[in-house]
């Protein structure tokens, strides 16, 4: 009896149950297909990522020196130090923080009244190809100045040389370029002190 139990009971799993060579075909098959979408747009994700990371990445240093510039971040020269970020074109792959001191008061700051505080590397694929001002975009250099106690932008240009030179001017851009295909983020910066990417 307890054989004849045994029997019934294999018989009853083995003959109507698994699944068939072609069922597990099929579910291999799509599991590929969907496997294959995700790897190829996941590529794209992550570049597109990277680069609203590094445009980020460069509006929040310009926030930094506007917070030193604004705040009490003290330098050898005292409380009475401006802050601000420079870009050269001749280094689209690098920026940096400057402390600023106009000794003369006369909106120039010449290489003696600049002092790098940090300089930043753009990591991966991407670098500044344009610096510019209200519509123009001619510059080599442009600089944001952030003085105590106005949160507001002074935007600074540079054609030539170590001079930087002001203006009123409403709105500066560094525009940054994914180097592989061609993509482009503008990280913007108003004289109201308004910093952000499009």
Known sequence: MRLKNILKFQNKFSSKSGFTLIELLVVFFVSSVVATVVMTNFGDFT???????????????????QVYGISAKETTT????????VF???TPSSFTLNTFRDIDNNKFYTSDEVNVE???LIKGDFE??????????????TAFVFKRPDPSSHIYFRFLGNIFAGGAFTNGRIVLERISD???????VTDTGQIYVN
Not at 78 to 85: A, D, K, L
Not at 132 to 138: L, R
Not at 182 to 188: A, F, H, P, V
């Open 47 to 65: 570049s597109e990522t990277e680069f609203e990371n590094e445009a980020l990445n460069i509006a929040l240093t310009i926030r930094q020196a």
């Open 78 to 85: 005292g409380f009475n130090t401006e802050y601000g970020v």
């Open 88 to 90: 050269n074109k001749s």
């Open 118 to 120: 940090e300089t930043f």
């Open 128 to 141: 500044i190809i344009d610096l510019c001002i209200e519509a123009s975009c001619i510059y080599t250099g």
């Open 182 to 188: 061609g993509s482009i983020k503008t990280i913007n």
